[in-house]
C-alpha cells in the first residue's frame, strides 16, 4: 500500500525559480489537500480539492496553484518562490465522509535561497 | 471551525497513562472531534476521532465531557516511541484542518 506519496523529499531553489510539488493517492479519496508547515509552528492548509476538476483556497493561497485533473494527483505549483515559501509542505488525502481519517505524506522538504 | 487551546508541553513517564487534554469550549453540534500526532517531522499520523461518546482503538482512549467543551486523549502505557507533537483537531469536514500548535508530549525512561 503506497497510501499518499509526496515527491520530491528534498528540494533547494533560488528566488524566482518555478517548480510543482507532485501528491499522488491511490486510495481513491476524493478529497486531497496541501498543508505548509514552518518552524515550530502546526500545519495551515494552502489548497483543497473535494474532487477531480474542483479545487478552492485554504488559509495560506498566496504565491501557490494547483488543479486537480484526476481523483489520484494534486500537484501544488510555487509560480516564483521566495524565501517566505521556505517551509516543510505535507500533502493529504480522504474520503469525503467527515467521519473518515485522513492520510499524510511524508512531506517535502523546500528551501528558498 | 470550533477553536482548540492544549498545553504547550507535557511529560509522562514510559509505562505510564498519558492524559492529553484539549479545551474546545465553542464547539459545534456536528463537529467531530480528531486527535493526530507528528513524530519528528513526519507527516501528521492519525490517532483517533468522536463525536459524543467515547471513543477507544489500538492506539488510545478519547474521553468527551458531556456538554463536548473539552476532551481528553489517552495513551493507556506510553513508550518512547510515543513522543511526538499531539494535535487536537475540531472539524466539520474531514479534509479540511485547522491546526494548531499542538502538544509536545515527552515520554521519559
Known amino acids: 500500500n503506497a497510501g499518499v506519496t509526496q515527491t520530491p523529499k528534498f528540494q533547494v531553489l533560488k528566488t524566482g525559480q518555478s517548480m510543482t510539488l507532485q501528491c499522488a493517492q491511490d486510495?481513491?479519496?476524493?478529497?486531497m489537500s496541501w498543508y505548509r508547515q514552518d518552524p515550530g509552528m502546526g500545519l495551515r492548509l494552502i489548497h483543497y480539492?473535494?474532487?477531480?476538476?474542483?479545487?478552492d483556497q485554504g488559509e495560506v493561497p498566496n504565491g501557490y496553484n494547483v488543479s486537480r485533473s484526476t481523483t489520484e494527483d494534486f500537484p501544488l505549483r510555487l509560480l516564483s518562490a521566495a524565501p517566505s515559501q521556505t517551509s516543510v509542505y505535507f500533502c493529504?488525502?480522504?474520503?469525503?465522509?467527515?467521519?473518515?481519517?485522513?492520510?499524510f505524506g511524508q512531506g517535502t522538504r523546500l528551501t528558498v535561497v | 471551525d470550533a477553536k482548540t487551546t492544549q498545553p504547550t508541553s507535557m511529560d509522562c513517564a514510559e509505562g505510564r497513562a498519558a492524559n492529553l487534554p484539549c479545551n474546545h469550549s465553542?464547539?459545534?453540534?456536528?463537529?467531530?472531534v480528531y486527535w493526530y500526532r507528528q513524530i519528528h517531522s513526519q507527516g501528521p499520523q492519525y490517532i483517533i476521532h468522536?463525536?459524543?461518546n467515547n471513543e477507544t482503538n489500538e492506539m488510545a482512549s478519547l474521553i468527551i465531557t458531556e456538554d463536548r467543551k473539552s476532551s481528553t486523549l489517552i495513551l493507556p502505557h506510553a513508550t518512547l516511541r510515543d513522543t511526538a507533537v499531539y494535535y487536537c483537531?475540531?472539524?466539520?469536514?474531514?479534509?479540511?484542518?485547522?491546526f494548531g500548535a499542538g502538544t509536545r508530549l515527552t515520554v521519559k525512561p
Open positions: 493529504a488525502s480522504s474520503y469525503p465522509d467527515r467521519n473518515a481519517e485522513a492520510f
Open positions: 486510495m481513491n479519496h476524493e478529497y
Open positions: 480539492s473535494v474532487g477531480a476538476g474542483i479545487t
Open positions: 465553542t464547539i459545534s453540534g456536528n463537529e467531530y
Open positions: 468522536g463525536l459524543k
Open positions: 483537531i475540531v472539524r466539520v469536514r474531514n479534509n479540511d484542518m485547522r
